[in-house]
């Protein structure tokens, strides 16, 4: 894989790594960096993008729990498209996954349902302006589906 001159200076970021450090759970400050793909979507192109991080992996083992993910905008993102969070789903997390065990899905998924049952929004919109950068754990749900209303860069560094 190509790694563009972009990527490997958001990666080298000295602020961006104290962020990642800060937000993991564990707070280690020897990392290891998995090198993604940068993202380009033309309007009409389709988007789709959800998680499936092994969740029953870290439920059972405790693999991957510290896990953290993120991306740089390089465009005003718009809501049409745009990621949409489960936020506050955190919370709930335990109570989540029994849920979605117990109903037996093909992957773990988040329903409205759930969302109910946990007094939260199903997902909400949550676009980011130029050059915001959005930490996640990828064990929460998040998702990008449909049709791009217009351009959109992300870089996952």
């Not at 800060?22 to 993604?36: E, M, Q, V």
């Not at 969302?115 to 676009?127: E, G, I």
């Amino acid at each position: 894989m190509v790694h563009s001159l972009v990527q490997q200076l958001v990666r080298q970021y000295p602020v961006q790594y104290v962020v990642y450090v800060a937000l993991r759970p564990d707070h280690r400050i020897a990392l290891i960096s998995y090198p993604c793909c940068a993202m380009y979507t033309l309007l009409g192109e389709l988007l789709v993008h959800a998680y499936d991080m092994g969740l029953e992996q870290m439920i059972t083992e405790g693999k991957e729990k510290n896990l953290l993910q993120g991306f740089v905008a390089l465009d005003r993102e718009h809501e049409d498209n745009c990621s949409s969070v489960a936020i506050g789903l955190y919370k709930h997390f335990k109570q989540w996954i029994r849920r979605a065990v117990e109903r037996k899905s093909a992957y773990l998924d988040y329903t409205p349902e759930d969302a109910t049952a946990f007094s939260l929004k199903h997902y909400r919109l949550a676009p980011c302006q130029k050059g915001d950068t959005r930490f996640m754990t990828p064990h929460l749900p998040h998702r990008q589906i449909g049709m791009a209303v217009q351009r959109r860069h992300v870089i996952y560094p």
